[in-house]
């Protein structure tokens, strides 16, 4: 049995897949698969997927670059144009596209950040006002709280016990499984898996969340950036 992504590094003979090599070793992973021929049309269907920034669902003191593929909380309300999709009340941000069937993976960059929250939500999540992130209000999410904690937002919280501070997250969405996973990228583990995305028989959209943490006193002045493609470094770290 694969105990770890590690384990999976370790079996799979990566040159003879087509795939990017870390989806392929969190299909093994997930579904405790060794690597074999009966196995390419399954691997086929994950999806590296290039994730930016939809600067129009920023909260107004969050700032996204110009290549959105970063953000950071500048502190302070700026002016920005009313949106109907733009988040009012939390520091929240989604990406520009959603998925409604697959399986897909990214990662994101939370440095030596305090304060973060990543996750999915979906597409048709509140945007105006206070609302509770948690799977029933359509927020698949975990994250570090003070630098202290950190915590999946389920009803209620669930406190994850973490190692160390990672600082690389992957995220592998399997909505045909109705699965969201979390890991950590450089010790290869995982963190946490939501095992109910909803009702699969309903057509649904999930869009990567993002969040630079809420109420913080003291503002984290590293940005929150999404990895803009895969180094093949850590297969042998």
């Given amino acids: 049995m694969i105990s770890s992504l590690s384990e999976a590094v370790i079996t799979a003979k ?6 990017g090599r870390k989806a392929l070793y969190i299909f093994l992973y997930l579904f405790n698969c060794q690597p074999c021929d009966s196995c390419y049309l399954q691997h086929d269907l994950i999806i590296a997927v290039d994730v930016t920034l939809n600067a129009d669902t920023a909260h107004p003191r969050l700032e996204v670059s110009e290549d ?5 909380d500048t502190g302070v309300i700026r002016q920005v144009p009313s949106k109907e999709e733009r988040f009012d009340c939390h520091i929240f941000v989604l990406a520009k596209d959603g998925y409604t069937s697959g399986r897909q993976y990214w990662e994101v960059d939370v440095g030596k950040r305090r304060n973060w929250m ?3 939500a979906s597409e048709s999540v509140a945007r105006k006002g206070t609302v509770t992130v ?25 406190r994850l016990t973490v190692s160390g501070r990672p600082q690389k997250i992957g995220i592998f969405l399997d909505i045909s499984a109705n699965k969201l ?3 950590n990228v450089k010790k290869k583990l995982a963190l946490y898996t939501f095992t109910n995305l909803g009702d699969s028989r309903l057509q649904r959209k999930f ?10 006193s003291v503002l984290d002045t590293e940005p929150l ?9 850590w297969l042998y770290d």
């Fill in 14 to 19: 990566w040159h003879s897949f087509p795939l």
């Fill in 68 to 72: 959105e593929k970063s953000m950071n």
């Fill in 118 to 120: 990543l996750g999915v």
């Fill in 134 to 158: 948690s799977p029933k209000n359509g927020f698949w999410v975990i994250g570090l709280a003070d630098g202290q904690e950190y915590w999946a937002h389920t009803d209620p919280w669930t």
């Fill in 181 to 183: 996973s979390f890991y």
């Fill in 207 to 216: 869009v990567p969340f993002f969040s630079t943490g809420s109420g913080v």
């Fill in 225 to 233: 950036k999404i990895v803009q493609g895969f180094d093949d470094d």
